[in-house]
């Protein structure tokens, strides 16, 4: 694959837009203003990036990206938890009003993609509400995909057998490779189901300094061995990672989580320089290091 093509398997991952604290990598630093997501999204348009990720709770993400203009762009959003103690009528008036709200923020009328987000709650009796309500939307040409964003990939295969869905957002990483290890990617595949993987940089985790890591990461053999071969150089991780993602040609899109416009602009220039390799010797099974909720 040209390398061309692969900067169009790229997303922009917008998570950093709305929310300051996102990431082990990113604590402290500040938020980002109207100008600076606009300098991003009129840098992507030029470079023909058209593909975007956010969510209701990623603070006011969606609220900037509608002021910057992305009619053109296919967008994705993801609807967060639901109470489920809530009658039906009113977990309906719930559901719409998450996903309206975003259809408001961002100033389109239609959407790309509308994923969930909280698998645990599709595996249960409720999860066929819920499933219905998504696609309504579908039926209703409010959205042309719908989904489920994953935390845990071994769930991915218990709720596609359940419904039918056209896209699965995993993790997916030189440390982190369940979707492989698993069989997952082999699966959705069968399934005529879109594969996008994000944590490309494990939340910004493989991008930072050793010494900076959570003192339980620092442990890790494996981890100890990606941060020697690497120098602990950013430019060698950064390639090193993109090499290892771009590498496996199943997956449709890559959503990669930006600081700024200079991160976005060096990650597309290694993306032309790359020549794809896999790099299985940082598999890791440890969850203390591959699962951000328990850093």
């Known amino acids: 694959m040209k390398n061309k093509l692969l900067i169009k398997k790229l997303a922009i991952g917008t998570a950093q837009f709305g929310l300051i604290n996102y990431g082990v990598a990113n604590k ?4 980002f203003n109207q100008s600076k997501v606009n300098k991003i999204i009129n840098f992507c348009k030029k470079k023909k990036i058209f593909f975007l990720d956010t969510a209701r709770v990623y603070g006011d993400s969606e609220k900037k990206l509608g002021l910057s203009g992305v009619e053109k762009f296919s967008v994705i959003t993801k609807v967060p938890k639901l109470d489920l103690n809530l009658k039906f009528s009113l977990l309906k ?7 309206f709200s975003s259809l408001r923020d961002l100033k389109i009328n239609k959407i790309y993609a509308v994923l969930f987000h909280n698998e645990e709650q599709l595996l249960l009796k409720e999860g066929r509400i819920i499933y219905e309500l998504l696609n309504n939307l579908k039926k209703n040409n409010f959205t042309e995909k719908i989904g489920v964003s994953f935390h845990n990939p071994i769930h991915v295969k218990k709720i596609m057998k359940k419904y039918k869905f056209d896209i699965a957002e995993v993790p997916f990483n030189i440390f982190d490779n369940r979707i492989y290890r698993y069989q997952i990617v082999e699966y959705l595949k069968k399934k005529s ?11 910004g985790l493989l991008l930072m300094k050793f010494r900076n890591l959570p003192k339980s990461i620092k442990k890790n053999i494996l981890v100890k061995s990606y941060f020697y071969d690497t ?3 950013i430019n060698k991780k950064i390639y090193l ?10 997956i449709n899109k890559i959503i990669i989580g930006i600081d700024n416009i200079q991160h976005l602009k060096k990650i597309i220039n290694f993306i032309k320089k790359i020549k ?3 790099c299985e010797k ?10 951000p909720l328990k850093w």
Do not use: E
Request: a neutral charge.
């Open 282 to 291: 940082y598999y890791n099974k440890d969850l203390h290091v591959i699962d």
């Open 28 to 31: 402290n630093k500040k938020n």
């Open 241 to 250: 990672c993109l090499n290892h993602i771009f590498f496996h040609k199943d």
């Open 276 to 278: 794809p390799k896999m």
């Open 93 to 99: 008036d719930q559901f719409n009003h998450f996903f």
């Open 193 to 203: 189901v879109d594969i996008f993987c994000r944590s490309v940089f494990l939340q």
């Open 231 to 233: 120098s602990d150089n």
